[in-house]
């Protein structure tokens, strides 16, 4: 089955204590992206990859890192997490070519609480 | 600069009628136009999208949308609704071909479904 998966699914950490969440996808896509949730909103774009070794900051990258070394993983990790990064967090991954063009395809979500 | 503006944060349907969710987009560049649904504690999942192509959208669940350059919205209708279809909805716009495949999302519109 076709499908971008995220673990962990819920983490409450406290402030400072680094964390990775990992991202997974078996369809082969190049761009790999990740997004919070946060209430009224919508969803805003932290990182995005365009392939290995491709990355490149979205529009709220502060406070957070990622890593591109494999074509179906792209990890977000908090070096020092604050309250400010609790969050409903998405990876997404889409293929760049053809008529799927930018159609990104959602993993399930991590909701991360820092305290 | 793109963006995209959701109007009505909730929308409330009596079970059998209208639904229509609002999206107004701005682009310079053609835009590719793309519509989310959010079950609870689920991750997104695409209703439809349009890439220039046919201007009447159909997607999944009996939800269609129309592409309307000269008003620059594209509105989501369904024309009975379901209690099935409550969730939250997000309207995505990216630049189309030759960007980075960044989607800028909408705030999102909570439909509920009355009995």
């Known amino acids: 089955e076709a499908q971008v998966t995220q673990n962990p699914r819920y983490l409450i950490t406290v402030t400072g204590k680094k964390l990775t969440v990992t991202c997974s996808q078996n369809m082969n896509h190049e761009y790999m992206s990740w997004y919070r949730q946060d209430p009224g909103l919508g969803l805003r774009q932290i990182y995005y990859s365009m392939n290995v070794e491709v990355t490149d900051k979205g529009d709220v990258p502060e406070g957070y890192k990622v890593s591109r070394k494999e074509k179906r993983n792209f990890p977000l990790i908090l070096e020092s997490p604050s309250p400010n990064q609790t969050s409903l967090y998405f990876c997404a991954s889409s293929s760049q070519r053809g008529s799927s063009y930018n159609e990104q395809f959602f993993g399930p979500g991590t909701r991360l609480t820092v305290l | 600069a793109q963006s995209v503006t959701q109007l009505g944060s909730h929308v409330s349907v009596s079970e059998g009628a209208l639904v229509l969710l609002r999206c107004n987009y701005s682009?310079?560049?053609?835009?590719?136009l793309f519509w989310y649904v959010q079950y609870p504690n689920q991750g997104l999942q695409l209703l439809l999208k349009y890439t220039s192509a046919a201007t009447l959208v159909k997607g999944i669940n009996g939800f269609e949308a129309e592409f309307k350059k000269s008003e620059t919205s594209f509105h989501l209708t369904k024309p009975s609704a379901h209690m099935s279809d409550a969730a939250e909805y997000f309207c995505a716009v990216s630049g189309g071909s030759g960007n980075t495949g960044k989607l800028i999302f909408g705030q999102g519109t909570t439909l509920q479904v009355k009995p």
């Open positions: 682009s310079s560049v053609p835009p590719y």
